[in-house]
């Protein structure tokens, strides 16, 4: 049971909590807005950039066109020797489903890559589909029984 005298002590202040009258310590009328206007009052869109047309927000954005512009990225998920001995059995398939299906980490959208690493031991066979291996690992599945394909 917890007592006033055994509480850890607290040692970050609460923030200040801005336009809640002169009393708060922040604030009173105009809280951080300024004095007119109508960021004031509450009616300037987001977008607004006074009369200006053409050095606008819009300007100002970069054209999305070239080399910059990458919709989808391919990504290389790393997966170590230690976690494949821990999550797959003798005998068993390990491709991109099975790994995404014991994880649940991948995009189903993007067709991605994954690299199994050599750290760590292997010691049962265990089949392997459509993976990219470092040289460690893959004379480590080899020794261990496993196949690759």
């Not at 917890?2 to 200040?16: P, R, V």
């Not at 009616?43 to 819009?58: L, Q, S, V």
């Not at 059995?89 to 014991?102: A, I, P, Q, R």
């Not at 993007?110 to 460690?136: P, Q, R, W």
Request: with cysteine; charged share 30%.
């Amino acid at each position: 049971m917890e007592t006033l005298a055994t509480l850890s002590k607290t040692t970050q202040k609460q923030q200040k909590r801005v336009g809640r009258g002169y009393g708060s310590g922040v604030g009173g009328h105009t809280t951080g807005r300024g004095q007119k206007g109508d960021k004031v009052r509450g009616k300037t869109k987001i977008t607004f950039d006074g009369t200006k047309i053409k050095k606008g927000w819009i300007k100002r954005t970069p054209f999305l066109r070239g080399k910059h512009r990458v919709l989808a990225k391919e990504i290389l998920y790393t997966f170590n020797l230690n976690y494949i001995s821990k999550n797959f059995k003798v005998d068993e398939t390990v491709d991109f489903k099975s790994l995404s299906k014991k994880t649940g980490v991948f995009d189903k959208l993007l067709e991605n890559k994954c690299k199994i690493l050599g750290y760590g031991t292997i010691d049962k066979a265990v089949n392997f589909k459509g993976l990219l291996f470092s040289k460690n690992a893959k004379e480590l599945i080899i020794a261990a029984g496993g196949k690759i394909d």
